[in-house]
């Protein structure tokens, strides 16, 4: 019998990196996240049983159900994976029109970001940027690989 997600409560290791999981100290899944952003490195989890590398961090291994997790330092380079650009303010911090992109990581996992590219693709190599913000870790936001 599968036991259904949505009947069980999420502990706070479970919370997905968000900019409110950044303003807390209390997330212990996410904070060696964000400390690392502060030293410009991207950090992504991987299994020490059987290497699976995964974003956003959780508490097991998505591939072989490990609690042998750890943090491990990203290259930061990857690949467009799909892209939108955004034609309306939805933050204060973004003046339109800017793109939205799903990277896949060369490590393999994908993150939704920011992609700053004067001719943005599918398919287009990028690396990892940041973007500062006033008060808390500045944010990974990828740029085109000249």
């Not at 994976?81 to 303010?89: A, D």
Request: glycine share 4%.
């Amino acid at each position: 019998m599968a036991l259904e997600a949505s009947c069980l409560p999420l502990p706070q290791s479970c919370s997905p990196v968000t900019e409110q999981s950044a303003a807390r100290d209390s997330d212990a899944l996410t904070s060696r996240f964000w400390e690392a952003a502060v030293e410009r490195r991207l950090l992504v989890q991987q299994c020490a049983d059987c290497g699976h590398y995964q974003f956003y961090p959780r508490p097991v291994c998505l591939a072989c159900f490990s609690l042998n997790v750890r943090w491990v330092t990203a290259a930061g380079t990857g690949t467009v994976y799909s892209m939108t650009t955004v034609w309306i303010k939805v933050v204060a911090e973004l003046e339109p029109p800017y793109t939205v992109a799903i990277v896949e990581l060369d490590e393999g996992p994908r993150l939704t970001s920011n992609l700053i590219s004067h001719d943005p693709r599918i398919g287009q190599r990028v690396r990892v940027a940041w973007r500062e913000r006033e008060g808390m870790p500045p944010l990974p936001i990828f740029e085109a690989v000249q």
